[in-house]
Each structure stands twice: as C-alpha cells, then as structure tokens.
C-alpha cells in the first residue's frame, strides 16, 4: 500500500510558478512510475505530466509542455511538479498518482492517489 499527500497548492497570478510536491510513503517508491492529473470545476481529470521508473523519462500534455517539469527524488520518495508560466486555465485540483506499471495518460491505469492540492491562477 502507498500513501500519497500533495502540497505545493496556492492562488497566484498569471505568469507566476508554483512547484507542487508529492510525499509517498512505503520502501518502494523507486518501483513506481508517478504522474500528474488535474481537474477543473465541471470537467474530467485530464494528465498533465508523468515520469516513469528509472531512468525517469518524462511525458508531457501538450497544453503544458514546455512550462512545467515533473521530476522525481527516489531518495525522498518524492516526486516534484515545477509550473512555471501559469495560465487562467491552469487552475484545478491537482492530484499525484503512482502505479507499478507504466501508466500511461490514462488515469485509470494508476492504483494510488493522493487527496490534491488546489491550484488557482488569476487572470
């Protein structure tokens, strides 16, 4: 069983960053690939980025590609979402997600999941 708390979460503006943190509990956290989703008020969780088991390789959606990098600290069982650039429609709760597969951009295929941690960015 892995257990997954988000922070990182706050109201900005525009333009701003924000890095979010994804805490895991258990020993073998090096073992799973962990990723990000989101999802807006009305709307269906949609990926944002993913990071495979090592060596770390990363998968972006094209709507944040080039503004933010997830990364991971296996040491820390740790894993990082960097958003720079933030736009309106940014905002979402987001959520870590971890499985012991390759996940892939298809929420379903992840086992464990964190509460969120809500992100807003005004306009």
């Known amino acids: 069983q892995v257990q997954l708390v988000e922070s990182g979460g706050g109201l900005v503006q525009a333009g701003d960053s924000l890095r979010l943190s994804c805490a895991a509990s258990?020993?073998?956290?090096?073992?799973?690939?962990m990723a990000w989703f989101r999802q807006a008020p009305g709307k269906e969780r949609e990926f944002v980025a993913l990071?495979?088991?090592?060596?770390?390789?990363?998968y972006y959606d094209d709507s944040v590609n080039g503004r933010f990098t997830i990364s991971r600290d296996d040491a820390k069982s740790t894993v990082y979402l960097q958003m720079n650039s933030l736009k309106f429609e940014d905002t979402a709760v987001y959520y870590c997600?971890?499985?012991?597969?390759?996940?892939?951009?298809?929420?379903?295929?992840?086992?464990?999941w964190g509460r969120g941690t809500q992100v807003t960015v005004s306009s």
């Open positions: 990071i495979s088991q090592r060596p770390g390789n990363t």
């Open positions: 997600a971890g499985t012991p597969r390759f996940g892939g951009s298809t929420w379903r295929n992840y086992d464990y």
């Open positions: 258990g020993r073998t956290f090096s073992t799973y690939a």
